[in-house]
């Protein structure tokens, strides 16, 4: 059997007369929740410039994706591995809690991984790139991935014990719960709104003049200056998260006493081996989620990249479309804004929502959804496909019209992905006796290898039906609609929380 938490009270009795503990405010679970801001902001100028900047420096389509391959590797590793040993820390042998120091760490290694990707283009022009445009920069791409690389580790290693902390000041009750991971929703959709504003603005480089140089044009200093505001609002919601907010002294003590000698195990060994403990919901919980991922993944890795190629006409291969191509890109980033305010108007309902239809019915209605958006964006590309743009090249009103539709819907979908699968999990495997970092780890695996997947097959995948992004959109739409019937069926009216002996009030 997998370690339970043992029952304590006052004196070590099975009993106390003392007052049950005060619960953690919620303004506190609210301040807790405040760095998904700031992690969220550098995510979304990742997920809306990168996969089109990468392609500037010289990385055809076909491979755009592989880049984003070391994400869902770091992260396999990287957030379980954090998650687990911060459930090892004991509170009181450090400052900072057991989950803080490393929200603090992650949020360095992302201010530090953005101000090498941002000057990528620099540093490679310092190894000796030729800046001729069209050219292949091989200095900048291997500085590029070196600092995607490390910006996806620090992801990794910030919001596995961001949810984790949650989970530990809300001591696992259903109904805080979900409001600390809505309120986690919610600040991600401000980050996003925040950063995806931010992509959509060309004009960042005469703010920050010094930007732009020699081997950096302007759509390359927007990218620069973008990540130094990164920089600074990700330092103001860290320090409000990790400053201001103490760990919970009444939970989870105990289970980061350290662990006894037959206990000394392999970290891989204890978070493989705790699969053979997993009961049906929870495998269902990581099903829903690997499907619902392998819908998303194609939409994150080239959705303004869709906008620019399929609906503007453009590419950032052929120096004649370029312009036209960032054009869409910024257009794409404009929709992604409107997308991030549906994800923050819907957290706030989805505390509701949950309790009214039930968490698995939500899960499975949104995934549905998810694939009825996909499945238009098939139908306006092959629209687009067949209109005749006119002498200036610009798309019809009515095509971008619909465009910024369908990214504005997929805004309510991605808040229910960003909180229910969280406190599912969170709730289902608090019953057996794991700890919330490990709880964490152990979602992000069944989100890293659909990523992983969709990595390796979407580039290939696209080439092998003569290119653009019309095959992984198929894709997408179908693992969602599948998802969505899995969580219907297999979650219906899912609880969202540990069963408890004793109700406090």
Known sequence: MPPRRPNTGAGGG????????????????????????????????????????VQELGIPHAFASLVWLCGPLSGLLVQP???????????????LGRRRPFIAAGAASIAFSVLTVGFSADLGRLFGDNIVPGSTRFGAIIVYLIGFWLLDVGNNATQGPCRAFLADLTENDPRRTRIANAYFSLFMALGNILGYAT??????YKIFPFTITESCSVSCANLKSAFLLDIIILAITTYVSVVTVQDNPTFGSDEAAPPSSHEEEAFLFELFGSFKYFTMPVWMVLIVTSLTWIGWFPFILFDTDWMGREIYRGSPEIVADTQKYH???RMGSFGLMLNSVVLGITSIGMEKLCRKWGAGLVWGVSNIIMALCFVAMLIITYVAQNLDYGPSGAPPTGIVAASL??????GAPLSVTYSIPYAMAASRVEN??????????????SIVIPQIIVSLGSGPWDQLFGGGNAPSFWVAAAASFVGGLVAILGLPRARLGPKKKTTQR
């Open 432 to 445: 057996l006796g794991l700890g919330q970092g490990l709880a964490m780890g152990i979602l992000n695996l």
């Open 199 to 204: 992509g959509a603005y060309n004009g960042w």
């Open 405 to 410: 539709i369908v990214f504005t819907i997929l």
């Open 327 to 329: 054009d869409g890109v």
């Open 81 to 95: 591995l954090v998650g687990h040993l911060s459930d090892r820390i004991a509170p009181a042998n450090s400052p």
């Open 14 to 53: 099975g009993t106390s007369s003392a007052a049950p503990p005060r619960k953690v405010p919620l303004r506190s679970l609210l301040r807790a929740a405040s760095v998904a801001c700031g992690v969220q902001f550098g995510w979304a100028l990742q997920l809306s410039l990168l996969t089109p900047y």
